[in-house]
């Protein structure tokens, strides 16, 4: 059973396959017992079946229990509990509980350090992994140290056009970017594509992969006249290799539609959004988590051209999937929350925005850190509807929280800080109509702050 369920999974044909793979589970349990190896990989495996599925809380039970029981019946050194402690990891990064996932990754990391050595390739996996909630948490010169050091041994060990090797060097420019040291990761980038392209050619999975690194670190540098042309190039490339119907062309199709409508582009981004979502509905299913995102970058481009009914009801379709899907708090979560409460005060819905504003930006500010774009964001949201309701101090405190935040997370004059900024004036400029002749001053002064920061060089 199986084996028939793996080889039904590696064909994703996952509802023919979970029955089978859970018949085995429940059979090796009565056969073999709750502590057998075999049982514990059952569990491992059924739990992967579930996550491929976009059900990523289901898998929590199961492969919480291959942890619990490894490492009281096998011991923590003993292969198979590293393995099922190193997946736990990776699952908490999933469910985004970024302290849980640090503390797995580096349990494994320690006792593969004791037992195989610093240097080994399953202690720096596991050192790799920590990196993403290391930077979810805003650490990220701990993150990227450990990331270079890592990438130095994969060249060595690897070679540097493995796809390994290719991989770390992704996970090190997401890491520059983070950190809006936007030239260093074009340059990092930039080089690993042109020898990757050299040696393996334009349709080998790594250069595939570099290509959309690039493109996204180039938009985010706004120069989008080469962003642009590098995403054609991405995408006939990833039909050719993967399919136009593989789950990872139908996402990197989806954001090349995002950054249309990040770059004003709307009508050019609607039929990739649309596309992308039904795509998703159709071979991921209407209600994997993937489909979900789907629903939320097309909520937010109806949003812009003012489809206020439809993008709501798109992100009600979105949420039910994330919650099934995800912790309470969760940011993707939280973000659509975000979303659904800036269209419902756009509507004067403000009683059902209110609590929906106020929940994503307190969860966002405690998980993701207060200096976020998405914090800011959810916050902003919460100001205009403080502002609809005419409690000017009120969204005034909100905002310059935000600006503060934002100021001491990130380098002067970024667009976060600019946007922080205008959202002040316009605070003011409201309350001034409102209340004419009230805090004129306050404008004048956000207005000279934004002039001072001069023409925009960053982000």
Request: aromatic fraction near 4%; include cysteine; hydrophobic fraction near 40%.
């Amino acid at each position: 059973m199986g084996n028939l369920g793996n080889a039904l999974t590696v064909k994703r044909d996952f509802a023919a396959a979970k029955p089978l793979l859970r018949e085995a589970m429940d059979g090796r349990r009565r056969v073999q017992g709750n502590e057998a190896i075999a049982t514990l990989t059952s569990l491992n495996t059924y739990g992967t079946l579930l996550i491929t599925q976009g059900q990523i809380t289901r898998t929590e039970p199961y492969w919480r229990e291959a942890y619990e029981t490894s490492r009281s019946v096998l011991g923590p050194d003993h292969p198979e509990s590293l393995v099922f402690t190193a997946n736990m990891g990776g699952l908490m990064t999933e469910l985004g509980r970024w302290s849980e996932a640090e503390k797995f990754y580096r349990e494994a990391a320690d006792t593969f350090a004791r037992v195989r050595g610093a240097e080994h390739p399953s202690t720096l996996v596991c050192l790799q992994g920590k990196c993403f909630p290391l930077s979810r948490q805003a650490r990220y010169a701990e993150a990227g140290e450990i990331l270079r050091r890592f990438l130095d041994t994969r060249r060595k060990v690897l070679g540097p056009e493995h796809l390994k090797t290719l991989r770390t060097v992704l996970r090190l420019g997401s890491n520059l970017r983070d950190q809006e040291r936007l030239g260093e990761a074009e340059l990092l980038l930039r080089e690993t594509l042109d020898s990757s392209r050299r040696a393996l050619g334009l349709e080998s999975v790594g250069t595939i992969e570099l290509m959309a690194a690039l493109r996204e670190t180039l938009a985010r540098s706004r120069k989008f006249e080469e962003s642009n042309a590098l995403a054609i190039k991405h995408l006939a490339a990833s039909d050719r290799v993967f399919g136009k119907h593989h789950p990872s062309t139908i996402t990197s199709r989806i954001r090349y539609g995002d950054s249309l409508r990040n770059q004003g582009r709307l009508a050019d981004a609607q039929p990739l959004l649309r596309g992308g979502l039904e795509a998703h509905r159709r071979v991921s299913g209407s209600q994997h988590i993937e489909t979900a995102f789907a629903l939320d970058n097309l909520a937010a481009l109806l949003t812009e051209t003012g489809n206020l009914d439809e993008s709501e009801a798109l992100l009600r379709e979105a949420l039910p999937i994330f919650e099934a899907n995800l912790r309470p708090d969760a940011p993707p979560l939280r973000r659509t929350t975000t979303s659904l409460a800036d269209i419902l005060t756009k509507q004067g819905k403000l009683d059902e925005a209110e609590p929906l504003a106020r929940t994503a930006a307190a969860e966002l500010a405690r998980v993701e850190g207060k200096g976020t774009l998405s914090t800011q964001r959810a916050r902003e949201t919460l100001a205009q509807l403080l502002i609809a309701r005419k409690d000017f101090a009120a969204a005034e405190a909100m905002l310059l929280e935000s600006h503060h935040d934002v100021a001491e997370s990130k380098p002067a004059g970024t667009r976060a800080e600019r946007a922080a900024m205008k959202q002040l004036i316009a605070l003011y400029e409201a309350w001034e109509a409102a209340e004419p002749g009230k805090d004129a001053q306050g404008k004048n002064l956000w207005r000279n702050k934004l002039e001072a920061l001069g023409p925009q060089t960053q982000p």
